[in-house]
C-alpha cells in the first residue's frame, strides 16, 4: 500500500493523460495502467475536449490537477485555485517551467508556488529537478512528496542521473516520485530499484505506438522495481562468481 | 446588456451574475472554474458575483495534461 497526502494506493504508477491520440485510447491506457491517480491541466472549455472528466469518474481514478505551462510563481498559485474550484480537490501536480527548450522547473519560483500552496492547505507535490537539495528543501516546506525528473519531459531519455534520484530518496522523508522523462519499462523499474516511492509518466504510454499495452508494461516495470529494490540486490562484482559448486567436479584423465 | 470578454473574446451578456453566464454558455456547473478580471471567483460565490461592463472573465477546465 502506497500512502500519498493521506490516501492510500495499491498503484504506485501516476498517469498523465496528455498526448493521447483520442480519449478512448486513453481509456484503455488508463485501464491497462492500473493507475489509481490521473493528472489533468485546466484550459479554456473551448479548448479542451468534452468527455475527459466523464470518463476518469466512470473509471474511478482520483484527479490530480497540474499547473502546466505556467512560467510564475504566481500563474502556478492562480492555476492551483482555480483547479480547486473545478475539481474540488486541494491536490495538485505543482509545474513551474523555467524554459521552454527543456520545460525543466525554475527552482526560484516552485518553492515560492510551493510555500503559498501549502500555506493555502493544498496537497502539493511539486515537479522538482533531480537536484537532493533543492528536494529537502520542499520537503521541508511541507509538500506531501517530491516529484524529480528523470530527464526533460517528452524527451524520454531516462533517468540521466539515476546517483542524485537516489541521493533524493535518502534524503527525504516524503514519498519520492520520478516524474518526466521515462521512455519505456526499464526507466521505469529502475526509478522503483533506485528507492522512489513510485512513477509518473505520460508520453511514454500515451504516445508509444500501442498505449494499452506500454500502459501494462508500465504496471509490471513499477511492480518489478519495487520488489527488486525490496529483495535487496547482489553485490556488484569485477569478476565473475561461479554460481556452480566446483564439488564432486568430474575429472577426465 | 452588458459587454464583457470571455476567454478573449467579447460577447453581450443578458444576465448578471457568474453562474446566470455559465448558464447562458450552456456549460456544466461541474468541472469548471472561473475567474474575473484575473482573480478565482469561488464557486460558493458564483450565485452573488455582479459581472460588470467590461469584465475579463476567463472559463476553465479538465484538458488532458501530463
New interface residues.
Given amino acids: 500500500m502506497f500512502s500519498l497526502g493521506g490516501v492510500d494506493f495499491s498503484s504506485r504508477l501516476i498517469l498523465g493523460t496528455g498526448g493521447a491520440s483520442s480519449l478512448a485510447a486513453l481509456e484503455k491506457a488508463i485501464v491497462a495502467s492500473g493507475t489509481e491517480l490521473v493528472t489533468v491541466a485546466l484550459r479554456r472549455v473551448e479548448a479542451s475536449e468534452h468527455g475527459l472528466l466523464e470518463m476518469l469518474e466512470r473509471l474511478g481514478v482520483r484527479i490530480l490537477p497540474n499547473t502546466a505551462g505556467c512560467y510564475t510563481a504566481h500563474d502556478a498559485v492562480r492555476t492551483a485555485r482555480l483547479a480547486r474550484e473545478a475539481f474540488e480537490t486541494d491536490w495538485v501536480k505543482l509545474e513551474v517551467i523555467g524554459d521552454e527548450r527543456t520545460l525543466l522547473p525554475d527552482a526560484v519560483e516552485l518553492v515560492r508556488a510551493a510555500a503559498q500552496l501549502v500555506d493555502e492547505g493544498f496537497v502539493v507535490l511539486p515537479y522538482t529537478t533531480d537536484d537532493p537539495v533543492l528536494a529537502r528543501r520542499l520537503a521541508d516546506l511541507g509538500c506531501a512528496a517530491v516529484m524529480p525528473a528523470g530527464a526533460p519531459i517528452g524527451s524520454g531519455l531516462g533517468i540521466t542521473n539515476p546517483h542524485h534520484i537516489g541521493l533524493i530518496t535518502q534524503t527525504v522523508e516524503c514519498p519520492v516520485i520520478l516524474d518526466a522523462g521515462i521512455g519505456t519499462a526499464s526507466d521505469a523499474a529502475l526509478a522503483m530499484e533506485l528507492g522512489c516511492d513510485g512513477v509518473l509518466l505520460a508520453s511514454a504510454v500515451t504516445r508509444a505506438a500501442d498505449p494499452a499495452a506500454m500502459a501494462s508494461a508500465m504496471r509490471h516495470a513499477v511492480v518489478a522495481g519495487r520488489l527488486a529494490a525490496q529483495a535487496g540486490r547482489i553485490v556488484r562484482r569485477t569478476f565473475a562468481l561461479a554460481s556452480t559448486s566446483d564439488s564432486g567436479l568430474a575429472k577426465w584423465t | 446588456m452588458i459587454n464583457v470578454v470571455v476567454?478573449e473574446v467579447a460577447r453581450g451578456f443578458g444576465g448578471d451574475t457568474v453562474a446566470a453566464l455559465l448558464r447562458e454558455?450552456e456549460?456544466p456547473v461541474?468541472?469548471?472554474?472561473?475567474?474575473v478580471n484575473?482573480e478565482?471567483?469561488?464557486?460558493v460565490d458564483w450565485p452573488e458575483h455582479r459581472l460588470a461592463e467590461g469584465d475579463r472573465v476567463?472559463?476553465?477546465?479538465?484538458?488532458?495534461?501530463?
Avoid: F
Fill in positions: 476567454n454558455m456549460l461541474k468541472g469548471v472554474a472561473v475567474a484575473g478565482v471567483v469561488r464557486r476567463d472559463v476553465l477546465t479538465a484538458a488532458q495534461g501530463g
